[in-house]
C-alpha cells in the first residue's frame, strides 16, 4: 500500500521559535496533502489544504502566517509553525488521497511540544 | 457542515467478549467511510474502508457496516482481546480528493 512518511517524529523547541515538519509520499505522487491537528484526548481537526503549485487553503480559525505551508513537489509538503508558543503544543498527522481516488493515506504524526 | 458522532466514548470490556462501536453522520452524502484504530500517542491505523456503494467490510475478527440513508456505520470486534485496547476513529469523506471528517473516538479498553 502507499506509504506517507512525516519527519520529524517529534520536536521539542523553545518559544519563539519555528519549527518545520515534512510530509512525504513515498511511492506515490500527491497533488494534495491535508495537515490535520490533534490536542490530547481530541480527534483530529483539519488545519490546512496544501495543494502542489499553488496556495494552501486554511481552515476558518488557523492562522495562515502562522502555519506556513509549502508543496514544494508532487512528494513533499512541509508545515512551518512560526513563533511556537505553548499552545502550539499538538501532535500534528498529514495524509494523501491514494492514486486510486477512495482512499486515504496518513503519515505516523509529528508530536510537538513548546517549552 | 459534515458531524461525525462516536458511541460510546469509552468502553470497558472483559477478554473474549464481542462488540458493537456505533458511529452517525449528518450528511449522507458521503463518498467513503474509514475506521482507523489509534494507540496512545501514536498515528493511525486503518482498519477498514467502506465505498459508498458497499454495504459492510471485513477483515479478520473486524466487520463494519454502513447504512447512508440512516447515517450511521458500526464497528464490530469479534473474541476481543487485550491488544485490540486502543482509541478507534470513524471518519468520513464526500469525494476521494477531500479531507476526512473525524469523529472524537470511542477509547477501548479490553480486560484480560
Known amino acids: 500500500g502507499a506509504v506517507v512518511s512525516q519527519h520529524p517524529s517529534w520536536v521539542i523547541c523553545k518559544s519563539g521559535t519555528s519549527v518545520k515538519i515534512e510530509c512525504r509520499s513515498l511511492d506515490f505522487q500527491a497533488t494534495t496533502m491535508f495537515w490535520y491537528r490533534q490536542f490530547p484526548k481530541q480527534s483530529l481537526m483539519l488545519m490546512a489544504t496544501s495543494n502542489e503549485g499553488s496556495k494552501a487553503t486554511y481552515e476558518q480559525g488557523v492562522e495562515k502566517d502562522k502555519f506556513l505551508i509549502n508543496h514544494a513537489s508532487l512528494t513533499l509538503s512541509t508545515l512551518t509553525v512560526t513563533s511556537a508558543h505553548p499552545e502550539d503544543s499538538s501532535f500534528y498527522i498529514c495524509s494523501a488521497p491514494g492514486s486510486l481516488g477512495y482512499e486515504q493515506y496518513f503519515g505516523p504524526g509529528t508530536r510537538l511540544t513548546v517549552t | 457542515k459534515q458531524e461525525v458522532t462516536q458511541i460510546p466514548a469509552a468502553l470497558s470490556v472483559p477478554e473474549g467478549e464481542n462488540l458493537v462501536l456505533n458511529c452517525s453522520f449528518t450528511d449522507s452524502a458521503i463518498y467513503n467511510l474509514q475506521w482507523f484504530r489509534q494507540d496512545p500517542g501514536k498515528g493511525l491505523t486503518s482498519l477498514l474502508l467502506i465505498q459508498s456503494s458497499q454495504r459492510e467490510q471485513t477483515s479478520g475478527r473486524l466487520n463494519a457496516s454502513l447504512d447512508k440513508s440512516s447515517g450511521r456505520s458500526t464497528l464490530y470486534i469479534a473474541a476481543s482481546q487485550p491488544g485490540d485496547s486502543a482509541t478507534y476513529l470513524c471518519?468520513?469523506?464526500?469525494?476521494?480528493?477531500?479531507?476526512?471528517?473525524f469523529g472524537k473516538g470511542t477509547r477501548l479498553s479490553v480486560i484480560a
Open positions: 471518519a468520513v469523506g464526500d469525494s476521494g480528493n477531500t479531507p476526512l471528517v
